[in-house]
């Protein structure tokens, strides 16, 4: 390497980290490297295609301009990539920033096509965002209460907790996106968590976020607000793992979606894990586009079921353990899990509460106190209509015969009263789309959809059906 033109780079980087600050220095010009100079052009290297085409589109002229003060013969720029070892590797090229007389066409620069931007004083600060990838500016603090040590696994969850130690035991992507779905309180952000703290654990270089969907707008908004998108992609396109909670609140959230779906593609071009989770399955997130569905679909889809009684108990034991409270009565227990079966923060708030109002009133826990504190959470759930009792209601109020509802006999007078089974089910029941479909004699996920649209639109235009509806719901909930 001539020294000469070592020294010109170094001295053209002193004059850079002089104009733009320390902040923007470290972040966007620091990670460059010197690779010689050919005829007119400089040759420099950036780990990622991002940087390169940020560099020369916010300093590329100012790098030229500082260049040509040290050799007046110095009047393109070209920056190539050269990923970091151990780093997923941006697709190589060679992209070159041309002085202010270059054409649109000339050599290239920052975005492919056109002039390379003149410095905005109003983006310095952005670099300073960025470099927080990862840390909580952006993504959302990991629980530390929500590891794999403190899941309990049981039927319902197997899957999903055999899914989530895969991604987080190794760093090859095995299924891309693990996409988890369920009710409320199922387990699915604890998952979440214990992946980023166990991959954070084996292996700190990596960049892992967490962030819920609602947050990811709110970011994304900010973004545009404070013009710190190109910052804003940065951050997430250069994660290791991304996760995503609660992503069907991006229905009807255009700009957020088209967002998504270009980070998306950009993280799983690059080999990057992607997590995600939604309280439906991908195919039935409404007002999200068909082509975002599509992608949360390609890889391991997995359905966290409604827990059953052995799970409860081992979750509240599980949790009594942690807790350190000591003897507890386990008819106590036995009473919890049989009788809170709606989620799990149901339940885990049930077991806080005759602990703190032992404590507090000096009362030991037994069943008439657990009775007594818990009335009203009680009440709560023995108002949770069941599948069954919708299919046993339906059957009696149109006069069928209650197999109708698991059969596939098609006849008109069996099947609109099965619609509205599962219509009435979809309404009154957290249960998924596909619990619902395997109730009605294991129909696929999509029949059950089918049901629910036919049923809402039959509403509007048929009186004695809206009628007949009403009166169920009455009846179900009263």
């Known amino acids: 390497m001539d020294q000469e033109y070592l020294g010109q780079w170094q001295r053209v980087c002193a004059r850079l980290r002089s104009e733009f600050g320390d902040a923007a220095y470290n972040s966007w010009l620091r990670p460059l490297k010197f690779e010689r100079i050919n005829g007119n052009m400089a040759h420099l290297q950036a780990p990622t295609r991002f940087m390169r085409n940020w560099v020369l589109s916010h300093y590329g002229e100012r790098i030229r301009t500082f260049w040509q003060a040290e050799d007046e013969a110095v009047r393109e720029i070209e920056i190539t990539v050269h990923p970091v070892a151990g780093r997923g590797a941006a697709n190589p090229g060679a992209v070159s920033g041309a002085g202010a007389d270059n054409d649109a066409g000339a050599s290239?620069?920052?975005?492919?096509?056109?002039?390379?931007?003149?410095?905005?004083?109003?983006?310095?600060?952005?670099?300073?965002?960025?470099?927080?990838?990862?840390?909580?500016?952006?993504?959302?603090?990991?629980?530390?209460?929500?590891?794999?040590?403190?899941?309990?696994?049981?039927?319902?969850?197997?899957?999903?907790?055999?899914?989530?130690?895969?991604?987080?035991?190794?760093?090859?992507?095995?299924?891309?996106?693990?996409?988890?779905?369920?009710?409320?309180?199922?387990?699915?952000?604890?998952?979440?968590?214990?992946?980023?703290?166990?991959?954070?654990?084996?292996?700190?270089?990596?960049?892992?976020?967490?962030?819920?969907?609602?947050?990811?707008?709110?970011?994304?908004?900010?973004?545009?607000?404070?013009?710190?998108?190109?910052?804003?992609?940065?951050?997430?396109?250069?994660?290791?793992?991304?996760?995503?909670?609660?992503?069907?609140?991006?229905?009807?959230?255009?700009?957020?979606?088209?967002?998504?779906?270009?980070?998306?593609?950009?993280?799983?071009?690059?080999?990057?894990?992607?997590?995600?989770?939604?309280?439906?399955?991908?195919?039935?997130?409404?007002?999200?586009?068909?082509?975002?569905?599509?992608?949360?679909?390609?890889?391991?889809?997995?359905?966290?079921?409604?827990?059953?009684?052995?799970?409860?108990?081992?979750?509240?034991?599980?949790?009594?353990?942690?807790?350190?409270?000591?003897?507890?009565?386990?008819?106590?227990?036995?009473?919890?899990?049989?009788?809170?079966?709606?989620?799990?923060?149901?339940?885990?708030?049930?077991?806080?509460?005759?602990?703190?109002?032992?404590h507090l009133v000096g009362r030991p826990i037994n069943l008439e106190m657990a009775q007594e504190a818990l009335q009203d959470l009680l009440r709560a759930n023995d108002r949770k209509v069941t599948i069954e009792e919708i299919q046993k209601k339906v059957a009696q109020h149109f006069n069928i015969r209650l197999a109708d509802m698991h059969s596939a006999r098609r006849a008109r007078a069996v099947a609109r009263p099965r619609q509205v089974a599962m219509y009435l089910a979809k309404q009154l029941t957290t249960r998924s789309l596909p619990e619902i479909g395997r109730k009605f004699g294991g129909r696929d996920h999509t029949t059950v959809m089918h049901a629910v649209k036919r049923i809402e639109e039959l509403r509007q235009t048929d009186a004695a059906l809206a009628e007949d509806i009403d009166l169920l719901r009455r009846m179900l909930e009263g």
């Open 108 to 358: 290239g620069n920052a975005v492919e096509a056109g002039k390379i931007m003149p410095f905005d004083s109003a983006q310095a600060a952005i670099p300073a965002v960025a470099s927080a990838a990862g840390g909580p500016r952006m993504g959302s603090t990991l629980d530390s209460r929500y590891q794999f040590e403190s899941f309990v696994v049981g039927k319902s969850n197997e899957l999903a907790y055999a899914a989530a130690r895969r991604v987080a035991d190794t760093a090859q992507v095995n299924f891309n996106p693990l996409f988890l779905y369920g009710g409320v309180g199922l387990g699915k952000t604890h998952l979440m968590h214990a992946i980023g703290w166990h991959i954070r654990e084996r292996d700190p270089s990596r960049e892992v976020i967490y962030l819920s969907a609602e947050r990811f707008m709110y970011q994304f908004v900010r973004a545009l607000r404070d013009r710190e998108t190109m910052a804003f992609k940065q951050v997430f396109r250069s994660a290791d793992v991304l996760m995503i909670d609660d992503v069907q609140f991006f229905s009807r959230k255009d700009s957020t979606q088209e967002e998504f779906f270009h980070t998306f593609n950009e993280l799983v071009d690059q080999n990057k894990q992607i997590v995600i989770s939604a309280d439906r399955s991908p195919s039935d997130l409404e007002d999200v586009e068909e082509r975002i569905r599509s992608r949360l679909g390609w890889g391991l889809v997995v359905d966290i079921h409604q827990t059953d009684f052995e799970l409860r108990l081992g979750i509240l034991e599980a949790k009594l353990a942690r807790a350190n409270v000591g003897d507890f009565p386990p008819k106590v227990l036995e009473f919890l899990a049989h009788r809170i079966t709606s989620n799990i923060r149901e339940l885990e708030g049930a077991l806080n509460r005759l602990i703190a109002h032992s």
